[in-house]
Every structure is written in C-alpha cells, then in structure tokens.
C-alpha cells in the first residue's frame, strides 16, 4: 500500500508566488522523484533525486532528498499559469523495482 | 529521447471482449512497468518486468494478463473485465542498474478504458 505522505492536498497561489510541497515516509527510500501530471496525460519527470542532502534544481524547480532519506521537498519560484497540474512525489527503494507514489499535490494558480 | 509510446490513447470495451494494450520504448530500458491510475488518485503499480521477466505482480487479478515479448515491448492483456476497472493505464520504463536498482521512470501517456 501507499507508504509516503504528501502535503499540502491541494494549493490556490496568485500567480508570482514561490509553492512548497513535501512528502514525508515511514521507511527509508534510496530515490526520490517529483512529477507532474496534467488531466488525461501520464505523469512527466521534473527532477530526480539519488543522495541523501542533494539539492537540485531544474529551471524555477527546487527539489531536495532529506538527509534521514525519509523526506523530500519540491519548491516553485514565481508560479505561473501553466504550473498548473498535479505533482507527486514517488519513493524508490534500493534492489528494489518498486516505486510508491505520494497522493499528489493539486496546484491551481490564478492569473 | 525518453519517449513511451501507448496504444490505443482511448478503449471501450465491453465485459466480454478481449482486448489488448500495447506499449513501447527505444531507450534501451530492461525494466518495464504497468500502473493503474483512477480519478484524483495516484498511480497504483500492477506488473513489474525485468529483462524481460515477470518481477513484481501487485496481486492483480488474472483478467489482465502482462506480456514482455522483448525488450522495447510490453502488453496488457484485457478480458472479461468489470466496470470498475476502467481507469487511466499507464506503463513506464526505468534503466536497471548494478545489483538489480533501478533509475529514474519515465512513463508514457496512457490509455484511457472505459469498461462497459
């Protein structure tokens, strides 16, 4: 069953604003990834992580793999129309093919 | 290119038809998967193939049937099935690494059933 926690539910921003999420685990995973889904279509790659403490970014996209390797964040700077969608965060786990999905985290922004 | 390829996009099919769904990938991945996607709801992992073999069955029931016939291939065999499991069908792909982890999934767009 699904294993990781992910906050807040659901998000209205103004456009321009920054956006936090997170996802927080019972368990250990050795991978954390952040995508996006819009309505109808499959989940799209917006950042991987592979360390425990890594901070990446990709564009106006900040992610970061917790160092307990139980948590991970997303940010968005300056939102804009089109982040529009649903972001999830999945879990890895190492020799492991497995992959859990957070319950994802619907954004709406207001022009 | 981290392309996956779905067909159809959209099914409708009745309780006693056999259908298929197909899925493909040239990124030269050895681990392929299937997932279940409802409304508003996240994806739900079905199958889990790794160099071509049969690695996770997330208790699925047998009216869908996987198949890896090689490595860039993965199908869904369908029959017999219910209302409710009509749902978005995704499949993925990942690179498998040393000591069996896998990389990153990339997935593709997904099939759209409708069970009548």
């Known amino acids: 069953g699904q294993q990781l926690n992910q906050s807040p539910q659901s998000m209205f921003i103004q456009e321009g604003e920054d956006v936090s999420m997170n996802c927080t685990s019972s368990?250990?995973?050795?991978?954390w990834l952040w995508y996006k889904q819009d309505p109808g279509e499959g989940p799209v790659l917006l950042i991987a992580?592979?360390?425990?403490?890594e901070l990446t970014s990709n564009g106006r996209l900040t992610a970061q793999f917790g160092i307990t390797r139980k948590d991970s964040f997303l940010n968005i700077s300056a939102s804009i129309p089109s982040d529009v969608g649903i972001y999830f965060c999945a879990g890895m786990k190492y020799n492991n093919n497995d992959m859990r999905f957070g319950a994802g985290t619907r954004l709406t922004v207001k022009p | 290119d981290t392309e996956v390829t779905q067909t159809p996009k959209h099914l409708v099919m009745g309780m006693t038809n056999k259908k298929s769904l197909k899925c493909e990938q040239h990124?030269?991945?050895?681990?392929m998967y299937w997932y279940k996607q409802k409304a508003k709801k996240p994806p739900e992992l079905m199958f889990v193939?790794?160099?071509?073999?049969?690695?996770i069955n997330e208790s699925v029931p047998s009216r869908f049937s996987p198949e890896c016939p090689n490595s860039s291939l993965l199908n869904l065999h369908l029959h017999a099935l219910q209302p409710e499991d009509s749902a978005l069908y995704l499949c993925?792909?990942?690179?498998?690494?040393?000591?069996?982890?896998?990389?990153?999934?990339?997935f593709g767009p997904g099939t759209r059933l409708t069970v009548l």
């Open positions: 992580l592979y360390k425990a403490g």
């Open positions: 193939y790794s160099y071509e073999k049969l690695s």
């Open positions: 990124m030269g991945h050895r681990a």
């Open positions: 368990s250990i995973f050795n991978t």
């Open positions: 993925a792909s990942s690179q498998v690494g040393v000591f069996g982890s896998t990389d990153t999934q990339y």
